[in-house]
């Protein structure tokens, strides 16, 4: 079969840029069960989109194709007025993510047969082309053409640390800067760091103020109206945030009377590229791989398709 390959890959060191010989991934992927995520440390590149198979909205294995797969992600997980920039530092973390569960582990531990489903709770918001039809109205051919370009000008691009597919996660605003992996959850992770934003301010997730009565309160926490205090000096920020509803986990509070404020900073999680930052970053000239930089420490963008 004349499946042998030519890669060449695009990275941030051009010398690192190697070209080798190799087997189709095509053929390497039927024939010997190898997966994509498999190839990427040994830079084997595909000819281009695989096929995946994803959990659609109906809850139904649905094969698909993975660059038309990521239009209806972006749409669902970026506002389509984001700058252009934005959008496709968007496309390149959605890509990875996705591409990290094309393995026996990640993706099939999660969903048995398939590598993501389309619930943005679990993996990764979606909109099929009629919710999209639907949600922009006029704007559809408009905002579908921005999403498309973001997708297209970014086709197989992805994220590198040391070689492997990293987690890439993201969130909408983080109100001044990014949290440690290990500041949200328990591990950390190299390449999620802290790191000053500075980006987000036009965010209207900026920063917060939500208020609870103290009864409200006492119910989403479990405890007294008067054990509130001692129960949220022992819940995680995590917790505390997941049982209320908070926008985010970096708040302090005050009680009032028969109520308990809480002044937030920004929306989501905190780990990873912030969306409302990268906006801002593109509003001032930066680069879709400069902002991935930015939020991602000491990445590589390398590309799994097969470059002319
Ligand atoms: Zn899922
Ligand atoms: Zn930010």
């Not at 704007?139 to 990293?166: C, H, K, P």
Request: charged fraction near 20%.
């Amino acid at each position: 079969m004349k499946l042998l390959l030519k890669l060449k890959m695009i990275c941030q060191n051009k010398e690192a840029a190697a070209m080798l010989l190799v087997f189709g991934a095509a053929l390497l992927l039927g024939s010997l069960g190898l997966t994509l995520k498999s190839l990427i440390p040994q830079r084997i590149s595909l000819p281009s989109s695989p096929h995946i198979t994803i959990i659609n909205q109906k809850g139904e294995l649905e094969e698909t194709e993975l660059e038309s797969f990521l239009v209806g992600v972006l749409a669902a997980e970026m506002p389509a007025s984001f700058e252009l920039e934005a959008l496709k530092a968007q496309a390149i973390a959605a890509r990875t993510y996705i591409v990290n569960n094309m393995d026996g582990q990640t993706g099939s531990q999660r969903h048995k047969d398939a590598v993501v489903c389309c619930n943005f709770a679990h993996c990764q918001a979606y909109y099929s082309t009629e919710d999209l039809k639907k949600n922009w109205g006029r704007d559809f051919s408009r905002n579908y053409a921005r999403i498309q370009q973001a997708v297209q000008e970014t086709a197989g691009e992805i994220m590198l640390y040391d070689n492997e597919v990293i987690n890439a996660l993201y969130f909408s605003t983080c109100g001044g800067k990014t949290s440690n992996a290990e500041d949200y959850w328990t591990a950390s992770v190299p390449y999620l760091k802290s790191t000053v934003c500075g980006f987000c301010t036009h965010s209207p997730r900026y920063a917060n103020t939500e208020s609870f009565s103290l009864q409200q309160a006492a119910a989403a926490l479990g405890c007294s109206k008067n054990g509130i205090k001692d129960k949220l000096d022992k819940l995680s920020a995590r917790t505390i945030r997941e049982k209320l509803g908070l926008f985010s986990a970096k708040f302090s509070y005050s009680i009032n009377g028969d109520n308990i404020v809480f002044q937030s900073h920004g929306s989501g999680h905190g780990v990873g590229l912030c969306q409302y930052g990268a906006d801002g970053m593109a509003k001032a000239g930066y680069l879709a791989e400069e902002i991935l930089q930015h939020y991602y420490t000491d990445i590589e963008i390398v590309n799994i398709y097969q470059q002319e």
